[in-house]
């Protein structure tokens, strides 16, 4: 027996107003937690990228160590290198410079350069050639000065010359000029 | 007065603010917080990759300066580098002289980070022009070498028969091959 002359609904646990709040808070909630999903992958290569980027300056700090010390010692070759070119050259002049020292009418027959001095072996036609010519220009390059002589058969004279630089002398040189620059450095300013 | 809501409407309402409630909390205590954290990392890591960008100028700052360095004193470093070959010397210094003897190379103490080592001559030179020649082609050659006193010139004949020690350098890693 029908007591009713429609037809029965059917009812269903979904209403549309539920499905309205359900897709409403749906959305939401998959926004908030894709945002939260995004900071969290956001966060984790953050982390690596910093965990890079201390490794690579690390790296770069032992490079950057490794190219001072290059640059260091090739200061150090160069300053080396300099040093020796310029005492070669000093030596070439010294050498021309002795040379030029000998009058003609003296002939030497033997030279010794040594670090401190110098001894010459040679041959002059009498004392006073040796002493104006030869002695005199060596006197005022070394502090002392011996010299030996021994007659020839053809009347000249064979002389030994034996010249020394001190050492001393010349650093107690150097450090009072040193000191006249500075004072007059001082002066200046 | 009476309200007359629904049971329906009573369980959505309490569903909404279920709900509410939900979004609210996970948005105060785990999404602020993280957002805050992901904005100090941020900052970290642009600090960090402003600092990083001035070491990486730096070094590439310090790598121009050693390859200047390298490149204009390229004859010094190749010279410290090369192992002294008595024959080449000969070979290469023989114009200067009418003969030329080398003795066998001799350790000295090494001098910082180079070693040295002594080399005695022999030699007849026609004039000493001819030495100087030679000294000026020793500034310039393949290797690093210091004249040493003593140097003995002495005459003999038409020549001029000399001996000096010569002083080669060179690096250490090169003399302990």
Do not use: C
Not at chain 2, 149 to 170: A, Q
């Amino acid at each position: 027996m029908k007591y009713s002359y429609i037809r029965p609904r059917k009812k269903s646990i979904l209403t549309s107003e539920l499905q309205l709040l359900f897709s409403f808070f749906s959305i939401t909630i998959l926004m908030l937690f894709l945002t939260y999903f995004f900071l969290v992958f956001k966060d984790y290569r953050f982390e690596q990228n910093t965990n890079e980027i201390i490794e690579k300056k690390a790296n770069l700090e032992i490079e950057i160590q490794q190219m001072k010390k290059q640059i260091t010692f090739i200061e150090k070759e160069v300053l080396l290198a300099e040093r020796i070119t310029t005492k070669n050259t000093i030596l070439k002049d010294s050498i021309s410079n002795l040379f030029d020292l000998v009058p003609q009418r003296i002939t030497l027959s033997q030279a010794k350069l040594l670090k401190n001095g110098l001894i010459l072996y040679g041959i002059t036609p009498n004392k006073d050639v040796y002493n104006f010519m030869l002695q005199a220009p060596l006197r005022s390059i070394f502090h002392r000065t011996y010299s030996s002589f021994f007659p020839t058969e053809n009347g000249w004279l064979r002389f030994v010359s034996t010249n020394y630089i001190d050492e001393d002398e010349m650093s107690l040189k150097a450090s009072n000029e040193d000191k006249k620059h500075q004072e007059e450095q001082v002066d200046e300013d | 007065m009476k309200i007359n809501i629904s049971r329906q409407n009573i369980y959505l309402l309490s569903l909404s603010i279920f709900l509410l409630l939900f979004v609210l909390v996970f948005s105060f205590s785990v999404l602020i917080p993280k957002g805050k954290e992901y904005r100090v990392q941020r900052t970290a890591l642009h600090k960090d990759t402003v600092e990083f960008r001035r070491y990486e100028e730096f070094a590439n700052s310090t790598l121009d300066k050693l390859k200047e360095l390298q490149s204009e004193n390229a004859h010094i470093i190749t010279a410290f580098d090369k192992p002294f070959n008595p024959d080449r010397f000969q070979k290469q210094h023989s114009p200067y002289f009418t003969s030329l003897k080398l003795s066998q190379k001799k350790p000295l103490a090494d001098e910082d980070e180079f070693s040295v080592y002594e080399v005695n001559t022999t030699s007849s030179i026609n004039s000493p022009k001819s030495f100087y020649d030679f000294l000026d082609a020793l500034n310039k050659g393949d290797w690093i070498i210091g004249i040493n006193f003593p140097i003995n010139f002495k005459r003999d004949h038409e020549l001029i028969s000399s001996s000096f020690t010569m002083r080669v350098y060179n690096t250490k890693k090169i003399s302990a091959e």
